[in-house]
């Protein structure tokens, strides 16, 4: 078990193949909480996000099983693809477009990049400062079209790197660096519209 650890992904999928199932074990233990959270970011739902993160895995084991796994891809923006493409699934299903984005961000959302700043030295005052601070970007990210947004989250929120958001999204890594762009561009357009102030001094 030690020894699997310290396997790559690409290994550890080629020996769960092979009947080696502690191999899957690993492979869930070391993605399962990035999948979680990748849902969890685009659904702002527990009980959604379980049964996606759920229906994932067992499609992940489907398709391994089935053969239909490619290899030249990294594991973890596989996943993330076919996780991706349920929760699309669902809310074409439902009818209605995903809650992320839509409503308050600021309600419940526990993997908020925009708070990961230490707080430890403040006081209150400069604590409710940088809260309104946070509050006013994530309306504004709010406001992006649904690309661009979607790519500022995987990037801040989850700390993707470009190629990884590139293989998720199916899309090449200069249109993932352009969509980012254009995000940064209309977030300073709407700070500047908007006179917001994103500092503290």
């Known amino acids: 078990m030690q ?3 310290l396997i790559e992904d690409k290994e550890l999928v080629r020996r769960y193949l092979q009947g080696e199932e502690k191999a899957f074990e690993i492979l869930l233990e070391r993605n399962k909480q990035k999948v979680y959270n990748y849902v969890y970011m685009m659904v702002k739902d ?11 895995f067992i499609k992940v084991v489907n398709t391994l099983k089935a053969g239909k796994y490619n290899e030249e891809g990294k594991f973890l923006p596989w996943v993330l693809r076919i996780a991706h493409n349920l929760v699309i699934d669902h809310f074409r299903k439902a009818s209605k477009m995903p809650l992320a984005g839509r409503s308050n961000l600021g309600d419940g959302d526990e993997y908020d990049v925009f708070r990961t700043v230490n707080l430890t030295d403040m006081n209150i005052e400069d604590e409710l400062v940088l809260e309104q ?8 990210v709010a406001l992006l079209p649904d690309e661009q947004r979607e790519v500022v989250k995987m990037r801040h929120y989850m700390g993707m790197s470009f190629k990884d958001i590139a293989e998720t999204t199916n899309v090449s890594i200069n249109t993932a660096l352009g969509r980012m762009r254009y995000a940064l561009i209309n977030l300073r357009k709407m700070i500047a519209e908007r006179d917001i102030m994103l500092t503290s001094y």
């Open 3 to 5: 020894m699997l650890n």
């Open 46 to 56: 527990r009980d959604l996000t379980e049964d996606v993160f759920q229906d994932t």
């Open 133 to 140: 601070i946070h509050d006013d970007v994530r309306q504004l």
